[in-house]
């Protein structure tokens, strides 16, 4: 099975804090992503990486960066939190080309409050 | 470009009632289709998915979903709710080479309550 983890379920961090989200995939999937789910807003995609150390913006990527140094590991920066970037964080991979479908599989989630 | 609309944010049925879920597309090639779930605090786990092989599309949890092309719909129903159907379900869509550059778009959820 395909596993997907991230770092903490849960964080509280104050505003002007950096923050780090980390995700780890064990299924050697090129493909990363990092959503936002907000209610009412489904899941918005903040930014991909097709490899390593390759990353392209996704629709909301505002006040977030990302790393990937690694094929595995793929980390979200809030370089300043605010209140606004109060939300669930969802990592997802897949793997590309035929027979994929763009199937993503996806983490637990991090629900991340800034205070 | 590609969307998903998914009618009705919440949908409250009886224990035992048929589920019914909608989800439209909009694409300009066939497209890939999926069907994600969402339980309380937890990522989100495949129900099914269509890639054009079979119309009618049998998923886990005694879920399945139809691609009607013409309504451009890909609507996901189960005969008999269960208490543990209450969850957030996703519609996606996909493009259908599967490449890098072919993101998946969710829809905004529908909210799936279970009444005893």
């Known amino acids: 099975d395909v596993k997907v983890t991230q770092s903490s379920r849960y964080l509280v961090k104050r505003t002007g804090e950096k923050v780090f989200l980390e995700c780890v995939q064990d299924m050697d999937h090129e493909n990363m992503f990092w959503y936002r789910q907000d209610p009412g807003l489904g899941l918005r995609l903040i930014y991909f990486?097709?490899?390593?150390?390759?990353?392209e913006k996704g629709d909301i990527p505002e006040g977030y960066s990302v790393s990937r140094e690694k094929k595995e590991r793929f980390s979200l920066i809030l370089e300043s939190a605010s209140t606004n970037q109060t939300s669930m964080y969802l990592c997802?991979?897949?793997?590309?080309?035929?027979?994929?479908?763009?199937?993503?599989?996806f983490g637990p989630g991090t629900r991340l409050t800034v205070l | 470009a590609q969307s998903v609309t998914q009618l009705g944010s919440h949908v409250s049925v009886s224990e035992g009632a048929l589920v019914l879920l909608r989800c439209n597309y909009s694409?300009?090639?066939?497209?890939?289709l999926f069907w994600y779930v969402q339980y309380p605090n937890q990522g989100l786990q495949l129900l099914l998915k269509?890639?054009?092989?079979?119309?009618l599309v049998k998923g886990i949890n005694g879920f399945e979903a139809e691609f009607k092309k013409s309504e451009t719909s890909f609507h996901l129903t189960k005969p008999s709710a269960h208490m543990s159907d209450a969850a957030e379900y996703f519609c996606a869509v996909s493009g259908p080479r599967a490449t890098r550059n072919d993101k998946v778009i969710f829809g905004p959820g529908t909210s799936l309550s279970v009444i005893p």
């Open positions: 694409s300009s090639v066939p497209p890939y």
């Open positions: 997802a991979s897949s793997f590309p080309g035929l027979g994929s479908y763009n199937e993503q599989f």
């Open positions: 269509y890639t054009s092989a079979a119309t």
């Open positions: 990486s097709y490899d390593v150390k390759m990353k």
